[in-house]
């Protein structure tokens, strides 16, 4: 063994025809402890902290940063309809009926649930092909899905004139959210390292969240400047288009899931033009870790279900591994994402804010700040605690903000709805935007990764059209009127909901794929994770003695 300049204990190259016998030679056999127990393979840089990776492999680093680009597509377009209902211009096109308590123009808000819950339904539907094409064709092919359905949808929302004509643009829309789950993420979670993985996946939150921000700007500027003019910002849609194309066509496919597929040369190709030329890296030894690892899942997976992906995923072990997963991401609409960012301007009209607009920068302003703090939190912290605390935190905003809807409104509730609103938006920051993503693809099984995350982001969308759906209902005029005592309903709901995110969310954070499919094989309990020690442990403790 020898040592490179950043203090790495890495295995020394075989020269010439010697690189792929000695890289099989780690794949077949591990290192081997004293006495002759075989250890996992692990990497040469697993003892190393997230700076130190992030410093060295920033070419990595900054290849996943590019694939949250995405993201940013995705959080303005996406985001727009349901942010664009309190705009004049919008409503004049678009309404249908008239407001029972002003007399005035109004959207039908049968119409703004339906415009929001459609999305869902069609991402479900491509939810059942999505991850058999990621399977098959790779993850690229699925992320080429997401950017043509998402322009096709904005291309069709310039051209409606009817309030159907842009429900087919949200139907459109929801077939690239079908797509995003076994595509964008899965894809980051496969080229990070386990050091800032966290960062990295949460990374898709900050630029979801940086698209809803510049959204908000926009709207702010359109309904100063010219509100009648709604249909610029379709047209600003396509600014992160072009964003996100860039890298779509420099990144190279997942190595993951070439060596899934037995392609070790396209991988490893793939791993050099991912790392780039760093000191010290052995891209034959880091290969075949990574190969240890897809063969281990494969191992695990087939011993549960046979030769079946699928068969293997309703075993109890990774049944249950998918419901964990899609606990935070589900978690999202329980607690009031659907109110909160879906219709905020509409929840702060219904409500009377003076400036709904600005309401909606100062939300997603503190949102954003949030979010970059998470990138600390999440590794720092730990996944299960933001995730416990955060909820509770939201839960008991959400009963503040129904309380004070029973009281009189003066010149301060606006303000103060405002003020209570933001205070949510942070304590979202940092828990379940970031986390919600990350255990989407940080729970489940790598070899069944794809269709674990269509399975968990499928329940998540079944809650979204559930409320996306009656949020509008319940707070308009036309039906409930509920207003500001909505935050009493999902105040409840998020009550109920951490019951079974204390008894099995667990603390995943510094873990490697193959500690958790230990942990769980091992059938640890989630309050118990973060203190277990695992194989992977034992072999780098054994060669941190060894040399």
Same mark, same amino acid.
């Given at each position: 063994?020898?040592?490179?300049?950043?203090?790495?204990?890495?295995?020394?190259?075989?020269?010439?025809?010697?690189?792929?016998?000695?890289?099989?030679?780690?794949?077949?056999?591990?290192?081997?402890?004293?006495?002759?127990?075989?250890?996992?393979?692990?990497?040469?840089?697993?003892?190393?902290?997230?700076?130190?990776?992030?410093?060295?492999?920033?070419?990595?680093?900054?290849?996943?940063?590019?694939?949250?680009?995405?993201?940013?597509?995705?959080?303005?377009?996406?985001?727009?309809?349901?942010?664009?209902?309190?705009?004049? #211009?919008?409503?004049?096109?678009?309404?249908?009926?008239?407001?029972?308590?002003?007399?005035?123009?109004?959207?039908?808000?049968?119409?703004?649930?339906?415009?929001?819950?459609?999305?869902?339904?069609?991402?479900?539907?491509?939810?059942?092909?999505?991850?058999?094409?990621?399977?098959?064709?790779?993850?690229?092919?699925?992320?080429?899905?997401?950017?043509?359905?998402?322009?096709?949808?904005?291309?069709?929302?310039?051209?409606?004139?009817?309030?159907?004509?842009?429900?087919?643009?949200?139907?459109?829309?929801?077939?690239?959210?079908?797509?995003?789950?076994?595509?964008?993420?899965?894809?980051?979670?496969?080229?990070?390292?386990?050091?800032?993985?966290?960062?990295?996946? &949460?990374?898709?939150?900050?630029?979801?969240?940086? &698209?809803?921000?510049?959204?908000?700007?926009?709207?702010?500027?359109?309904?100063?400047?010219?509100?009648?003019?709604?249909?610029?910002?379709?047209?600003?849609?396509?600014?992160?288009?072009?964003?996100?194309?860039?890298?779509?066509?420099?990144?190279?496919?997942?190595?993951?899931?070439?060596?899934?597929?037995?392609?070790?040369?396209?991988?490893?190709?793939?791993?050099?033009?991912?790392?780039?030329?760093?000191?010290?890296?052995?891209?034959?030894?880091?290969?075949?870790?990574?190969?240890?690892?897809?063969?281990?899942?494969?191992?695990?997976?087939?011993?549960?279900?046979?030769?079946?992906?699928?068969?293997?995923?309703?075993?109890?072990?990774?049944?249950?591994?998918?419901?964990?997963?899609?606990?935070?991401?589900?978690?999202?609409?329980?607690?009031?994402?659907?109110?909160?960012?879906?219709?905020?301007?509409?929840?702060?009209?219904?409500?009377?804010?003076?400036?709904?607009?600005?309401?909606?920068?100062?939300?997603?302003?503190?949102?954003?700040?949030?979010?970059?703090?998470?990138? *600390?939190?999440?590794?720092?912290?730990?996944?299960?605690?933001?995730?416990?605390? #955060?909820?509770?935190?939201?839960?008991?905003?959400?009963?503040?903000?129904?309380?004070?809807?029973?009281?009189?409104?003066?010149?301060?509730?606006?303000?103060?709805?405002?003020?209570?609103?933001?205070?949510?938006?942070?304590?979202?920051?940092?828990?379940?935007?970031?986390?919600?993503?990350?255990?989407?693809?940080?729970?489940?099984?790598?070899?069944?990764?794809?269709?674990?995350?269509?399975?968990?982001?499928?329940?998540?969308?079944?809650?979204?059209?559930?409320?996306?759906?009656?949020?509008?209902?319940?707070?308009?005029?036309?039906?409930?009127?509920?207003?500001?005592?909505? #935050?009493?309903?999902?105040?409840?709901?998020?009550?109920?909901?951490?019951?079974?995110?204390?008894?099995?969310?667990?603390?995943?954070?510094?873990?490697? *794929?193959?500690?958790?499919?230990?942990?769980?094989?091992?059938?640890?309990?989630?309050?118990?994770?973060?203190?277990?020690?695992?194989?992977?442990?034992?072999?780098?403790?054994?060669?941190?003695?060894?040399?």
């Amino acid at each position: 063994m020898t040592q490179d300049r950043d203090g790495a204990h890495i295995a020394e190259k075989p020269n010439g025809d010697h690189l792929e016998e000695a890289a099989e030679m780690d794949h077949e056999a591990g290192i081997s402890k004293e006495g002759g127990e075989v250890t996992p393979i692990t990497s040469a840089f697993a003892d190393w902290g997230r700076a130190k990776c992030i410093k060295k492999f920033w070419r990595l680093y900054a290849c996943g940063l590019s694939v949250s680009l995405a993201g940013m597509y995705a959080g303005y377009a996406n985001s727009v309809v349901g942010s664009i209902v309190a705009n004049e #211009g919008f409503i004049k096109q678009f309404a249908t009926v008239r407001d029972p308590k002003t007399g005035q123009p109004a959207l039908n808000a049968n119409h703004v649930s339906l415009w929001s819950s459609m999305f869902f339904v069609t991402a479900i539907a491509i939810q059942l092909i999505a991850p058999h094409t990621a399977d098959r064709f790779g993850r690229k092919f699925n992320m080429w899905g997401v950017t043509f359905f998402l322009t096709l949808s904005i291309i069709v929302a310039i051209i409606s004139k009817n309030w159907i004509i842009l429900l087919v643009a949200r139907l459109i829309a929801g077939c690239a959210g079908g797509m995003m789950g076994t595509s964008v993420m899965v894809y980051m979670s496969e080229i990070a390292m386990p050091q800032f993985r966290g960062a990295l996946l &949460g990374s898709f939150s900050l630029a979801f969240s940086l &698209g809803q921000v510049f959204l908000a700007i926009g709207l702010k500027i359109l309904e100063d400047t010219n509100p009648m003019h709604f249909r610029n910002i379709f047209y600003s849609e396509f600014v992160f288009c072009g964003l996100w194309i860039m890298p779509m066509l420099f990144l190279p496919e997942s190595p993951a899931w070439y060596a899934s597929k037995g392609k070790h040369e396209e991988a490893k190709k793939s791993l050099r033009r991912l790392v780039g030329d760093v000191d010290g890296y052995d891209v034959e030894h880091e290969y075949a870790v990574m190969r240890y690892e897809i063969d281990q899942s494969i191992a695990l997976s087939q011993s549960l279900g046979g030769d079946s992906d699928w068969k293997a995923l309703m075993t109890p072990i990774n049944l249950k591994r998918a419901i964990i997963s899609t606990l935070p991401l589900t978690f999202q609409n329980v607690v009031g994402v659907p109110l909160m960012f879906g219709y905020t301007t509409y929840f702060f009209s219904m409500a009377n804010v003076e400036d709904p607009f600005l309401g909606k920068i100062i939300i997603n302003a503190i949102l954003l700040v949030g979010i970059i703090l998470s990138f *600390y939190m999440v590794d720092k912290v730990g996944r299960r605690t933001l995730v416990l605390g #955060g909820g509770f935190g939201m839960m008991v905003i959400c009963f503040i903000v129904g309380g004070l809807g029973f009281m009189e409104p003066t010149s301060a509730s606006g303000p103060v709805l405002i003020a209570l609103c933001g205070i949510w938006a942070f304590l979202y920051a940092n828990s379940l935007a970031p986390i919600g993503w990350i255990s989407l693809v940080e729970v489940s099984s790598p070899k069944l990764r794809a269709k674990t995350t269509s399975l968990a982001v499928t329940v998540q969308y079944i809650t979204g059209i559930i409320f996306n759906y009656t949020v509008p209902l319940m707070l308009s005029n036309q039906y409930a009127g509920w207003q500001q005592k909505i #935050g009493l309903f999902f105040g409840g709901v998020t009550f109920v909901y951490l019951i079974p995110c204390v008894l099995l969310y667990p603390e995943t954070k510094g873990r490697t *794929y193959q500690e958790l499919d230990e942990l769980f094989e091992r059938r640890i309990p989630a309050w118990k994770f973060a203190k277990t020690k695992t194989a992977h442990q034992a072999g780098i403790e054994l060669r941190a003695r060894d040399h």
